[in-house]
């Protein structure tokens, strides 16, 4: 892939796409979007994927489907983004935007005015103008202390389905109080947010969207009693204990490997 040739990793490497995504939020972080927080958090979520084999689970994809179908069948539907996202898959969130008729919002659990106007940025090189980023347009999301409270007033703050990826607990359980149903991308099926949302993927993000963009463009067509019936028979309690489930599977397995090798 030419556009990451600047990065001087060998296509060998058989960490290449890890280290890649590294390099990314580095620039980002370089560039001024991405904050030295957001670097933590991107490690967590790689150690809960190797802990899932670096793959979509069946789970996982469950998931994406009852969360595509969501936003498809939304009013108003909502994508949100951070720094981390906007240096991970921005076109892919564009993408899924179009496909899902969903706006794009900037939200930001470390706000500056400097680092909304680059994520904005990055979006408007895409095509796509992004909510969140006027002063004088924002409304406060109650009972949130953070500065994720401040949201757009034509975005997150009237939407019926948000989606949040790389999310903080706080701001799920107060979108739920809300009403609002929340979707989650996150690698750690153990974090409020994700047994806080309606409906979580747990997944690379690098994976999730560019699958639900698949997804959006096999339901896109399917009239609405399908699309409800999908939701309708997610449990997303159920689809996290799949995980653990797999999880638990995969070390005992790997466990068993190791002690015959040695």
């Known amino acids: 892939m030419a556009e990451y040739e600047e990065f ?14 590294r ?26 994927d190797y802990l899932i084999g670096e793959c979509t689970t069946e789970p996982a994809r469950k998931a994406m ?26 076109e892919d969130i564009v993408k899924l935007a179009e496909k899902t008729n969903a706006a794009i919002e ?8 400097e680092r909304v106007r680059k994520i904005a940025e990055i979006f408007r090189k895409l095509g796509v103008e992004v909510l969140g980023t ?28 948000v989606l949040v990826a790389l999310e903080d607990g ?7 109080k809300m009403g609002k149903k929340v979707i989650a991308i996150d690698l750690n099926p153990l974090s409020r947010t994700a047994r806080t949302a309606n ?12 699958e639900m963009i698949k997804i959006a463009d ?17 449990n997303n309690e159920e689809t996290l204990r799949e995980i653990i489930e797999h999880i638990c599977k995969r070390l005992t397995e790997l466990a068993r490997t190791q002690i015959k090798i040695l």
């Open 134 to 161: 006027d002063e004088d347009q924002l409304c406060t999301v109650p009972e949130l202390l953070s500065e994720r409270r401040k949201v757009s007033c034509r975005g997150i703050y009237v939407a019926d389905v």
């Open 65 to 90: 489907y009852a969360a595509v179908a969501f936003m498809l069948l939304a009013e108003r539907p909502v994508i949100s983004v951070n720094g981390n996202v906007a240096a991970l898959v921005a």
């Open 199 to 210: 409906i979580t993927i747990v997944d690379n993000i690098t994976r999730a969207v560019p």
């Open 23 to 48: 390099e990314k939020l580095a620039r980002g972080f370089r560039e001024g979007y991405v904050v030295p927080q957001g670097l933590i958090a991107h490690g967590r979520g790689e150690a809960f």
């Open 170 to 176: 706080d701001r799920t359980e107060a979108l739920r």
């Open 8 to 21: 001087s990793i060998p296509k060998s490497h058989p960490r290449y796409h890890s280290l890649i995504f």
């Open 218 to 234: 096999e339901l896109r067509l399917e009239p609405r009693d399908k699309l409800e019936k999908i939701v309708h028979s997610y």
């Open 106 to 113: 900037v939200n930001l659990f470390y706000r500056t005015s």
